[in-house]
């Protein structure tokens, strides 16, 4: 195939994973670089963790599964056998409750939170309302600290610290019928991630997903990021 028709392919595909589904880009916030990929097809958001008694730990692998994605992102933190710290449930099941203790570590800097997709919305809630009214949710994958909380940094979040680091979360809009994913391309500390959200994405609640090892699969971009294994996955189908 030549280098023309190599890059009109590239390009067909890429447009059909961002009409279909989602839409990715970079962009740049005070200077610092990310990738966002939004989504308002809320039914072809899914959570991945096993493949029968297998972990699925890669893009790679759970495209084998599934097909080709057009995004997929780690979903929160996790054991280094690669079970979640947090809640996770999927069609009814629940393979992780939810964690409301305060402990050591980005989790533990409560309050902490759940994204959850119902049938009709996204949401992210702090983790002890998630527990006293749970939503129906389809699935639902928890994680820390809560970046965004109704507007509201999280109370903990120092304007110019020094304590840097790659980082992806998730936000949602006011009406829960939009989301975005994001993932830092350099450091960045809490303060300066939680507003990118909330002052750039427009979304008034946000969840933190992981650090260091965090990755994005956004083939529309030409990236897909490898490392070692991963805990929970999500992905949005095409």
């Known amino acids: 195939m030549s280098r ?23 962009t740049v916030f005070e200077e610092l670089s990310f990738t966002v990929c939004e989504t308002q097809s809320l039914q072809k958001i899914d959570l991945h963790l096993r493949d029968g008694e297998q972990v699925i730990g890669s893009f790679r692998r759970l495209e084998a599964l599934e097909g080709p994605l057009p995004f997929a992102t780690n979903a929160g933190m996790y054991h280094p056998d690669r079970r979640p710290v947090g809640h996770f449930l999927k069609e009814g099941t629940e393979t992780m409750r939810v964690v409301t203790s305060p402990g050591p570590g980005n989790f533990g800097m409560l309050p902490n939170g759940v994204f959850c997709v119902t049938e009709t919305r996204a949401l992210v809630l702090e983790s002890r309302a998630y527990l006293d009214a749970p939503p129906e949710c389809r699935i639902a994958t928890q994680s820390g600290p809560l970046l ?63 650090g260091r090892i965090s990755r994005f699969h956004a083939p529309q971009l030409g990236r897909s990021d490898a490392g070692l294994p991963m805990g929970p996955i999500l992905s949005v189908r095409p």
Request: glycine share 4%; hydrophobic share 50%; with cysteine.
């Open 4 to 26: 023309s028709a190599f890059a009109l392919l590239a390009w067909m595909v890429s447009t059909a994973f961002a009409s279909a589904s989602v839409a990715c880009k970079d």
């Open 148 to 210: 965004v909380i109704e507007n509201a940094l999280h109370p903990r979040f120092i304007p110019g610290s020094t304590a840097l680091n790659i980082r992806n979360g998730v936000g949602v809009s006011q009406d829960g019928q939009r989301v975005a994913f994001a993932i830092s391309n350099q450091p960045v500390n809490f303060d300066t991630f939680a507003r990118l959200f909330r002052d750039v994405l427009d979304l008034p609640n946000a969840l933190y997903l992981d």
